[in-house]
Nanobody, 119 residues
Framework: QVQLVESGGGLVQPGGSLRLSCAASGFTVSNYVMSWYRRTPGKERELVAAINAGDSTNYADFVKGRFTISRDNAKNTVYLQMNSLKPEDTAVYYC?????????????WGQGTQVTVSS
């Protein structure tokens, strides 16, 4: 059974840090493009960061220099280290796994974890 389980969200003060985890089961994260998205009320879900099978990463402009995506293949887990958090980073953060090769395409989402940045 394929599953993505996010954890690590919570309440943090502006300028603080959090590390989100996304534990996968049923597939191998190292073969997938793994991404973090976020959604705030009234806005579309937006890409935050992604890492591909070759370990190339890309980031949304609004998190560059503050967030880092990484992957632990032994634990089949993807992380999002978030530093220098701002109130506008408040959102539900989702993990996504995506695979496409030939005629096959797979896409999996986690249930989300709430991040609240507030004093």
């Amino acid at each position: 059974q394929v599953q993505l389980v996010e954890s690590g969200g919570g309440l943090v003060q502006p300028g603080g840090s959090l590390r989100l985890s996304c534990a996968a089961s049923g597939f191998t994260v190292s073969n997938y493009v793994m991404s973090w998205y976020r959604r705030t009320p009234g806005k579309e879900r937006e890409l935050v960061a992604a890492i591909n099978a070759g370990d190339s990463t890309n980031y949304a402009d609004f998190v560059k220099g503050r967030f880092t995506i990484s992957r632990d293949n032994a634990k089949n887990t993807v992380y999002l280290q978030m530093n220098s958090l701002k109130p506008e980073d408040t959102a539900v953060y989702y993990c996504k796994g995506y695979f496409r090769r030939g005629g096959r395409q797979y896409e999996y989402w986690g249930q989300g974890t709430q991040v609240t940045v507030s004093s």
